[in-house]
């Protein structure tokens, strides 16, 4: 590699940072590039020569490329890669959410194809993983879409030794690193990170194929088939829909990562699945603000695994999009109909109780007030005059 001096390196902005090590995006000689700056220290330049000596043998159009390093002598040890426009992939993963659900998809699907291709081909390299985890990866995206990542060897081990390893641990950094990621996206767009439950899908289909099911507090409202090229745009403007990336891992390790990696590309480029889309009911929460939407854009490493699913109730802890409180672990329910759960239908809050109301049982929805709350005012106020 070229020995790039620092007055010819032009750090513009922070674009990420790991174990030992800050990233950014600036310039070399008029060229744009990602640099990794090394922390201060001693080990600074063996962490260089150990991440030169892993990546130096590979080529792959998923892996970022090392275009030159600095010299040994130089106050600043850093890597500088690939003449291109680099982003975290975060930021761009995040911005998709925003701008709909074609998009979100579309590269959210991109970048799993991109992490799995990346990583079995260093599976085939024969590249040691063993002491590695998600986080000894950087994923990045460029302005036309295209999915890297950079290697960042564990500092525990020597992994410079190329020996073929049969094991999970490609597969269990496969997934580690695709929800990673898309989580990382969500707190970018949403400022908050919740732990979905993947498994709901799975729910959810086994609700759809059994139609005698007893009734149950959750309720699949509907069930269809999602088509790429008939996706709308969003009727919902961004302020009141909440869209998240939820990554689903599906136990089927008997495949080579290889297999995955052709299979998903392949239903990626030629669309050869529709997606599935289902819409879950909780009966059983009590904050339902009337036109809350919340779509869990769930990703797995095969397309026919994948799917999108719609709530109608925040979660707790969460920012309601609607009345923009936060949602109450311990939220109450009752109504002057009697019943004891709100059912499907929409509810409204006491401002003096906290209580929660149907919509369709009160007479407004605007600093409404119960009449529980309302007879002890009148009883109050009787008791003054």
């Known amino acids: 590699f070229q020995i790039i001096r620092n007055k010819n390196l032009q750090l513009i902005e922070e674009i990420g940072s790991g174990p030992g090590y800050f990233i950014h995006r600036g310039k070399c000689k008029g060229l744009s590039v990602v640099v990794k700056v090394f922390n201060a220290g001693v080990d600074a330049r063996k962490h260089l020569e150990d991440t030169v000596e892993l990546t130096k043998r590979l080529l792959h159009p998923n892996l970022l490329r090392i275009t030159g390093i600095s010299s040994p002598l130089s106050s600043n040890q850093f890597i500088a890669y690939e003449h291109v426009y680099w982003r975290d992939a975060k930021g761009p993963l995040a911005r998709a959410l925003k701008d709909g659900l074609l998009r979100s998809i579309d590269l959210g699907l991109r970048m799993v194809c991109s992490i799995v291709a990346a990583i079995n081909y260093l599976e085939v390299q024969g590249v040691s993983l063993q002491s590695m985890q998600a ?69 959810l289909n086994t609700l759809c194929q059994d139609s005698t099911s007893s009734p149950s507090p959750s309720l699949v409202t509907s069930n269809s088939r999602l088509d790429f090229n008939t996706i709308q745009p ?21 495949q080579s990562l290889a297999t995955i990696a052709a299979q998903i590309k392949q239903d990626y480029e030629f669309r050869a699945l529709t997606l599935q889309r289902l819409a879950w009911a909780n009966s059983s929460h009590v904050h339902r603000c009337a036109g809350y939407i919340r779509e869990e854009v769930t990703l797995a490493s095969s397309l026919a695994e ?36 709100p059912g499907s239908g929409s509810t409204v809050k006491c401002q003096r109780c906290n209580f929660w109301s149907h919509t369709k049982c009160v007479d407004c929805c605007n600093e409404f007030i119960c009449e529980c709350c309302e007879c002890t005012i009148v009883v109050a106020v009787e008791h003054f005059n």
């Open 135 to 203: 986080k000894n990866f950087d994923v990045f995206l460029d302005i036309e879409d295209r999915f890297v990542i950079s290697i960042n060897p564990s500092q525990s081990q020597p992994t410079s030794s190329f020996m073929m390893e049969v094991d999970d641990r490609p597969w269990e950094i496969f997934n580690d690193l695709c929800g990673q990621v898309l989580t990382a996206a969500n707190h970018v767009l949403h400022e908050d990170t919740f732990e979905r439950n993947p498994s709901l899908l799975d729910i």
């Open 234 to 254: 969003d009727e919902l403007p961004p302020s009141l829909l909440r869209r998240e990336y939820v990554w689903r891992i599906v136990q089927y390790r008997q």
């Open 306 to 341: 994948s799917a999108v699913v719609t709530h109608n109730t925040p979660s707790p802890m969460e920012i309601c999009p609607i009345c923009h409180q936060p949602v109450s672990i311990d939220e109450k329910f009752r109504c002057r109909c009697g019943k004891l759960t």
